[in-house]
């Protein structure tokens, strides 16, 4: 296939996805992905000094791989997002030399730490951010707002996380890991929340776990297991993990370690 169909076929693939016809996208994508099979020229072989043909294809196929990640995204295939993400890692980088900056390149390396950061992979989401230059961690909005969000859950203030949902910064794609950023700091909430009270009042629980309504944390009590009564929650938990500590074993094992310290003295 030449360039010139190839370009035409992938306009085609960008009508569709702006009309949201996902299906068609798909097949017009499985059509580029065999026809990029005949470039030359992408990476890891990409060359040096690449002629106009070649830097050509080049901007074609990140182009194509940049509309595959987003269209992962809007059809919630995280996966194929994640590995769309590793593609074009390799033209961020290695071809960064040879070809002009992305204007998606850092919106989607931002989706990409949003996601790490809704899936609580935080190990992860360090050792992407270190990839980024530090400028770009403080002047590009699309890297600093992933990093700010970190921010505020290491430092426990959930409010500023819904709020941060709220800006708008990211359209639709973002939307969706902003949500799965939330329900992962919900469940973080609930399990402190079980450790730290044996009841709490329903209306300061539905404050931390930012809750639109009573309804929402009836339904979200319901699937922990909690009960709800006269305006309290009960865990039922708390009681049942300190009658299960196994008090004497610990007292024996405490005083044998301290006549074996004793010895040893």
């Not at 996805?17 to 017009?28: I, K, M, N, P, S």
């Not at 990409?46 to 901007?59: D, I, W």
């Not at 990409?112 to 899936?119: H, I, M, P, V």
């Amino acid at each position: 296939m030449t360039i010139a169909a190839v370009v035409e076929l992938f306009e085609k693939f960008k009508k569709a996805f702006d009309a949201e016809t996902f299906d068609t996208c798909l097949q017009h994508l499985a059509q580029l992905k065999v026809a990029m099979l005949g470039f030359s020229s992408l990476p890891p072989a990409a060359p040096s000094a690449p002629t106009q043909v070649q830097q050509q294809e080049l901007l074609l196929a990140r182009e194509v791989l940049e509309y595959g990640a987003l269209l992962s995204i809007k059809m919630t295939d995280i996966p194929s997002f994640e590995r769309y993400v590793a593609q074009l890692k390799i033209f961020y980088t290695d071809c960064a030399s040879i070809l002009p900056e992305s204007q998606k390149q850092h919106p989607i390396l931002g989706l990409n730490l949003l996601r790490l950061l809704a899936q609580n992979r935080i190990a992860e989401f360090h050792t992407e951010l270190e990839l980024v230059p530090t400028a770009l961690q403080h002047s590009n909005i699309y890297i600093k707002y992933p990093t700010q969000l970190e921010q505020h859950i290491m430092e426990g203030s959930y409010n500023k996380v819904l709020s941060a949902r709220q800006d708008g910064l990211y359209s639709q794609e973002g939307m969706y890991f902003m949500d799965m950023l939330v329900d992962t700091v919900r469940e973080e909430i609930a399990e402190c929340s079980e450790k730290a009270y044996g009841s709490i009042a329903a209306r300061d629980l539905q404050s931390l776990l930012m809750l639109s309504s009573e309804a929402e944390l009836g339904e979200y009590a319901e699937n922990r297991g909690w009960q709800i009564t006269a305006g309290m929650v009960n865990f039922g938990k708390q009681d049942e993990q300190l009658l299960q500590l196994p008090s004497s074993q610990l007292i024996r094992e405490t005083l044998s370690y301290a006549k074996e310290l004793e010895r040893i003295v």
